[in-house]
């Protein structure tokens, strides 16, 4: 019966005083390393988390800590699906189920405790919601909850969603984009200032695992929460320690300084730890796209367009003077695909014969001719109105991946006649400047969720949230709209080739790459599982056997 918690799950103690949590924490820490609950797990990570408090951050980094700290009410199965709730996991909520066609009624586990021993309740659900969709906290996924009108407490442990229409992902909706929080710790913090909220840098949670400590620039460290309701954790003590970028975190993790990197990226790199004797390598579907976006505003000024971008025609005109392919192969070699849009492989709406743009430099020419493009002077740059065809790319330096992309990109605009420089910045200067829109054109990562309903609108709808280049189209939108509401598989992905057809010719963005991943865990992890969609969800369950620990598994943090 959907919404049923599995049968396997055992029932650990719940230990109602915070303060004899930490205590039991720290004994835990000191010496009580044993048998099957053991062990420390040491991931490279190629950046920083910038807070660790959910509804205010969609990176990636922080994204891999926060999913072992924080809990959803439930899950998404193995099998991907996001249609119905068939295949959702319970997580927080007990069991579920609907009242009618727009209500849906949760039932919070009664284990369920948050990390200082008070329990987790229905008005914890209740003030969730509330903060995701206050205007104030503007958190990058409140776009993604639209559809939900309220959300109200029955009584202590029943939380009530209803929604404003019906559509085929609304279990989706409700649960995935929320990890829920405890009203009782931040209630107090005014809207306005949780992005620099204190309970970010120190969060607690109702997950897995606790927080231990955060070195800036260096390490987080996560501790096994022995009285989480799901079920101890066999692995200890989950330590991020941050690199430079990509490479450094692949080296680590080959010489054996660290135990696991989620993305081995180029085809170098997957060589180098297929080789490496103590890693074992996982291939699994991208949730992965990368593009160089243009702002189409000025200065993030919506008002204001660009004052080259905010030109259609000069978009499109740029889109065909880059070859993609020629791109793709001197970077990925056959690990990645050229997206036909803002597309990860993971998503089934995947479709080659979405209509794009063509590569064409003859015609990409003649239309910047047209445009009043022309080189006046002969030095190889195109000039109108005194004024050269010249604009800036940011790029972040931990993204040695990006670096190479945007050396290839100013090579091919400067022979179309643009005068391209880059910006190289570090990933917290990068991340600042593309969401306050102080950028020409930025070379972008987006990690996708397991359906496009939420990711595209977010992202490139003019009400999303994270929609960094400000393209807006309301025909976009409304194509969007359509296809977030198709109730069959393949009306879907009809339209949702529409939308993308439509944003294609739009030209907000190049769409670069697509990669189908490859990470690497020490081969002393057994029970390795990599959810696409999110890398490290399921550690949890993952263990190191007794038989096979090392020093730094018994060493005391």
Not at 142 to 153: E, M, Q
Not at 260 to 269: R, S, T, Y
Not at 518 to 535: E, K, L, M, N, W
Request: overall charge neutral; some cysteine; glycine content about 8%.
């Amino acid at each position: 019966m959907p919404g049923t918690r599995p049968p396997d799950r055992r029932t650990a103690p719940v230990v109602l005083v915070g303060v004899l949590l930490v205590a039991l924490a720290s004994c835990e820490r000191r010496g009580g390393c044993t048998g099957d609950y053991c062990g420390a797990l040491v991931f490279a990570a190629a950046g920083e988390p910038d807070i660790l408090l959910p509804p205010v951050t969609q990176q990636a980094y922080a994204r891999d800590v926060l999913e072992q700290i924080f809990l959803k009410l439930a899950d998404l199965g193995p099998s991907g699906n996001t249609v119905g709730d068939e295949d959702f996991r319970p997580l927080l909520a007990e069991r579920w189920e609907w009242d009618g066609p727009l209500t849906l009624v949760f039932h919070v586990d009664p284990r369920a405790r948050w990390q200082d021993g008070q329990p987790v309740n229905a008005a914890d659900v209740v003030f969730t919601f509330d903060i995701y969709t206050d205007s104030l906290v503007n958190s990058p996924y409140r776009s993604s909850l639209r559809s939900i009108g309220a959300v109200t407490a029955r009584d202590s442990l029943t939380a009530v969603f209803r929604f404003r229409t019906r559509y085929p992902e609304m279990f989706y909706d409700a649960v995935y984009h929320m990890r829920m929080l405890p009203a009782h710790l931040l209630r107090t913090v005014p809207r306005d200032q949780w992005r620099s909220a204190g309970f970010g840098r120190a969060p607690v949670g109702s997950g897995p695992y606790r927080f231990v400590s955060w070195k800036a620039g260096q390490s987080i460290e996560l501790a096994a929460d022995s009285t989480s309701f799901l079920g101890r954790p066999h692995i200890r003590r989950l330590i991020w320690r941050f690199t430079p970028d990509l490479q450094v975190a692949v080296t680590q993790t080959v010489a054996g300084d660290a135990d696991a990197v989620d993305v081995l990226g180029p085809p170098d790199n997957v060589k180098r730890a297929k080789g490496a004797p103590d890693l074992v390598t996982y291939p699994y579907r991208g949730a992965v796209y990368g593009f160089l976006g243009f702002n189409l505003a000025a200065g993030g000024d919506t008002n204001k367009p660009h004052p080259l971008f905010g030109d259609r025609e000069l978009r499109r005109a740029l889109a065909m003077v880059v070859d993609r392919q020629a791109l793709l192969k001197n970077v990925w070699g056959d690990l990645a695909q050229v997206p036909p849009g803002p597309l990860a492989r993971i998503w089934s709406i995947w479709d080659p014969a979405t209509r794009e743009l063509p590569y064409d430099t003859a015609q990409g020419r003649r239309l910047l001719t047209r445009l009043g493009w022309r080189d006046s002077d002969g030095d190889g740059i195109l000039e109108r109105d005194g004024q050269p065809l010249a604009f800036r790319i940011l790029v972040p330096t931990t993204s040695g991946l990006r670096r190479q992309y945007a050396r290839l990109l100013q090579q091919q605009f400067r022979a179309a006649g643009a005068d391209v420089q880059l910006d190289e910045v570090e990933f917290s200067v990068f991340d600042e400047r593309t969401q306050a829109g102080r950028f020409d054109a930025a070379l972008v990562t987006r990690t996708v969720d397991p359906t496009p309903s939420s990711s595209i609108a977010q992202v490139w709808t003019s009400a999303g949230r994270s929609n960094a280049g400000h393209y807006a189209n309301p025909v976009f939108d409304r194509l969007v709209d359509e296809a977030r509401a198709a109730t069959g598989r393949d009306e879907a992905k009809r339209q949702w080739r529409r939308a993308l057809e439509t944003l294609n010719q739009d030209a907000p963005a190049v769409f670069l790459f697509a990669p189908d991943n490859v990470a690497a865990v020490h081969r002393r992890v057994a029970g390795v599982t990599i959810r696409p969609d999110s890398y490290w969800a399921l550690v949890r369950l993952w263990r190191i056997p007794a038989d096979q620990l090392t020093e730094r598994d018994r060493m005391e943090p």
